[in-house]
């Protein structure tokens, strides 16, 4: 890990820093290895991970260009290949995972967001995919998480026509689920970590996550019997012995895991 | 209409086809869910005002009875609400699954499933009336429907999850094809309660209309189709959304496509409305 990658456990939430903010945050070969190493390393000890950009400039500008002029092809592809799996480490990760964006969220920035499961922008927030228009491709899941996010019609607008949106347009296509005011994305991120983990039992909301993320590239009745399998331990756990008796016998309602403050829309 | 008690000002005054014979033997002894049909329309309200029309086993079997009946019928159009306008449905009868033992738990998310599995293939277009909470096994219910009308003052959530469950009435991979992933693991994993307003910026329902009037909006709509539309092409048209828009390779959902046009091209439906129409004033083909 370099100092250039930042791991803080507060609390039993993880916070993961991009701390290269003279290069726009740019995710290189090191930023991918730190990704892995950190979540790879959690265990029992974190139930939550925020994932930020340093500097208040950039969440990411996405991949280092100028690491990849460095590389030869062989190399590049092994890259492509890190990004891809790295990024599925992110989506597969049992623990929720919550984005942090400030400033440029570009290329595999907003790819990397895009793997999380609940993105926070700031006000200043800009979202773009620039890969074709630079003779790449956003190659970072953009083909396979993008549509499922904001539909295959947007996917198109964003990954062929280079456009860019504001935080509130990406409100509005459910891109990001909250707009904050600039500076505040990783406090409410933070925020949004401690009111889930209030409401919710951890091994419930892994079982949920993973039910999303499995049944959604699984036919449709395999992924009913997933939610079959699923049922049957969580009917058998404590965490539901726990929440229904208190709602059957005290009428106690459960109340939504994360409130929303009132400047979001 | 007057925004009475949403199901007694039901729409479905009956005109002297309503046949409540058709369906006694599904209803005989459950009273908790009232089925009337009208000129093709049938209406199934979840009656159970009380426990905020909670979907007990008992209701739901009745309730699936009650759409085997509407395919032997022919109905075309089936609409589901929940009795007043505090509640479409509060999900699953909580107070029966603390009661349940492990196997009857697991019987009634089979159950669950089924049920909505039965709804989304369907021939008849189901369209879900909602007032108050749709909240749980309720959402659940309606995410099957084909439409969804809600009152303004409805509220859609999922809170198994700080409950210690999870949605498992097909939830997990249905949410995601109507509003999408990121706001799906929102609802689900996050359990964000969103409002009729949101909901239908999100596309998660199709209409929202004063608090009262969703059922007889959905009644009026359930008409419009009944009279206005040909029940077997609606049925073969929903047949390729559920079976054909998400499931399979690409070269075969084209195939079944291509089979359900080569067979509806020479349907009677396709000859009167789309050929005889064509004396008419600006059909686009």
Known sequence: MTEEFRVEVVDRIATLTIDRPTRRNAIDTATLMGIRKALAGFGDDVDAVVITGAGGQAFSAG???KE????????????????????????????????????????GGLELALATDYRVAGGGAKFRLPE???????TGGSFVRLHRVVGIGRARELILFNRQLTPEQALDWGLVSEVVPEGTALERAQEVARLLLASSATST????KQLITFGLDAPARSARFMEYLADKSQTASDAFEKGVAAFANEGKRPVPGVSRSSGTK | MAATNGAAASGTATNGTATNGTTTNAVADVDELRVEVDRGVMVLTIDRPRRLNALNQATRDTMQA????????????????????????????????????????????????????????????IVCAIEGYCVGGGLELSLAADLRICGEDALLGLPEVPLGGVPSWGTTYRLPKVIGL??????????RHVDAATALRWGLIAEVVPTGQALSRAVEVAHAIADGTDAETNARAKRLISYSAFEGSHAARRHMEYLADASQTASAAFQERLIGSRTGAGHGG
């Not at chain 1, 909301?205 to 949920?208: C, K, Q, Y």
């Not at chain 2, 049920?115 to 989304?120: S, V």
């Open chain 1, 63 to 65: 991949g280092d260009v």
């Open chain 1, 68 to 107: 990849y002029a460095t590389m030869t092809p062989a190399e590049r592809l092994r890259n492509t290949d890190l990004m891809q799996d790295t990024l599925d480490q992110v989506e597969y990760h049992p623990r929720p995972v919550i984005a942090a964006i400030e400033g440029f969220a570009f290329g």
């Open chain 1, 132 to 138: 074709v228009s630079l003779g790449a491709l956003p």
């Open chain 1, 205 to 208: 909301i892994t079982i949920a």
């Open chain 2, 66 to 125: 009650a759409l085997e009946q509407a395919v032997t019928d022919g109905i075309g159009v089936v609409v589901i609400t929940g009795a007043g306008t505090r509640s479409f449905s509060a999900g699953g009868d909580v107070k029966e699954y603390a009661a349940s033992t492990p196997a009857q738990r697991l019987y009634s998310t089979d159950t669950g499933q089924a049920l909505t599995d039965q709804l989304e293939a369907h021939p008849a277009l």
């Open chain 2, 182 to 191: 990121g706001r799906a693991k929102e609802m689900i994993m996050f359990a």
